[in-house]
């Protein structure tokens, strides 16, 4: 009956189970246990969706983000803490080690409160770079909260990205009419030599960031403007660990959650926050709710005229043989896996590669399950021997890493396997030169032996002649 026992208690740790794909335990780093009555409904929507908060402040001193080289904590949420340094065991080498170790790190920022040191480090590490005055802060004299922020204009209002970028409007919902606040934000530079960084929320082309301290010298050589300031960035990580850079934590309140706010300008109007449902999907994003792909199954086979064999995943094909390859994909979907489609325009790619790729074909969807679905293709082995392998290297921003890689053996042909030299069109010259020798040797035989010699004659002296 043991057996029984552990069977029902692993279903009762699933039926548990937080919507993340990796896992439910989450660490928020917070500078007092009072201030998380001001994120009160963002930390319960976290709990009914299934995860475990764990508050924590930097002055405990048995934190740790391992526990016997493995990850104490699946996420980390990092609220802002007013301390230069954060401890011996949240340095930005600890992080790093927790992004290598496939966990996903939250990190919000604070124009009042001083980024500590070893974040400010880690950001330096991903090319993420921060203003070098410390109250800096983002302003737009256009796009601004006339209630909140009538005289300063620090509380930005900006549309729901996904109503103004197509990339986006797979993973993140909501209407053209929605309007995010974004209350005192500090603004990003993302560098040029990461691929992995991509923006969520930019700046307006009217906003700019400067330091309220000393605005003389701030208004004439600003940290960056417009579009170049980054107010959200991702970046994924080449093993699909997620980290996300929101630049205030002020939009998770629960003022910002339920607030109304008034936009500037003639058609100014007053409208509802869309705060709780974008916080809702960066969240998941960030800790793997959404944009998280599965391989199920993936199978090739050898086609002999035109009919598949019944044998999956052989280890050894021959040069020129026909050949179908077929991979399952799941996309995991808030608390379900559900069939991949890829974006418009966008395709899954099979490399059959040795060195470099002899063949980079488009997969095709070929059905559907319950939970994936099922891409195909069909080709042409080419005319070189070695080893091969079937390739798949999907990589696409706010989508998680899909790299499968199978070899095979591609051998020449066998000696009883090569055509016939008749079956060969080019070859008829040389048979029927051959053909001809042959022939004409044959004749020539013949006509020795069947020619009768010349008979001998005797002269009256008795002596042959001829």
Known sequence: MRWVFSFLLL??????????????????????????????????????????????????????????????????????????????????????????????????????????????????????????????????????????????????????????????????????EDVIAFPRAVGQTLGNASPLLTPILRGSKTAYSYDPKSEANGMEDPFAVGPQLSLITTMQARNSARLTVVGTSEMLENKWFEDSVQTAGKGAKEVKTANKAFAKEVTGWTFNEIGVLRVENIEHRLIEDGVASNITNPKIYRVKNDVSYEIAVSEYSWDKWIPFIPAKGDALQLEFSMLSPFHRLTLKPKTTTATATIFTTSFTLPDQHGIFNFKINHKRPFLSNVEEKNTVTVRHFAHDEWARSWAISNAWPWVAGISVTVGGWLAFCALWLWSAPVPLKLAASGKKIQ
């Open 11 to 176: 279903g009762l740790f699933a039926a548990v189970e937080a919507v993340s794909s990796s896992g439910n335990r989450l660490l928020v780093l917070l500078e007092s246990a009072s201030l998380k009555s001001k994120y009160s409904n963002y930390f319960g929507e976290l709990e009914a969706r299934g995860y475990t908060l764990s508050y924590e402040t930097p002055k405990k001193s048995d934190l740790s983000l391992f526990t016997l080289g493995e990850r104490t904590y699946d996420h980390i949420l990092i609220l802002p803490i007013n301390v230069r340094g954060l401890g011996p065991n949240l340095t930005s080498k600890f992080f790093l080690e927790f992004i290598n170790a496939g966990g996903n790190i939250l990190l919000t920022l604070s124009s009042s409160t001083p980024t500590p040191t070893a974040l400010v480090s880690l950001l330096l590490e991903l090319d993420i770079h921060l203003p070098t005055e410390r109250s800096s802060l983002v302003v737009d004299h256009f796009n601004y909260d006339t209630i909140s922020a009538a005289d300063r204009h620090d509380v930005l209002l900006l549309p729901r990205p996904n109503s103004v970028r197509p990339d986006i409007k797979n993973f993140f919902s909501g209407s053209a």
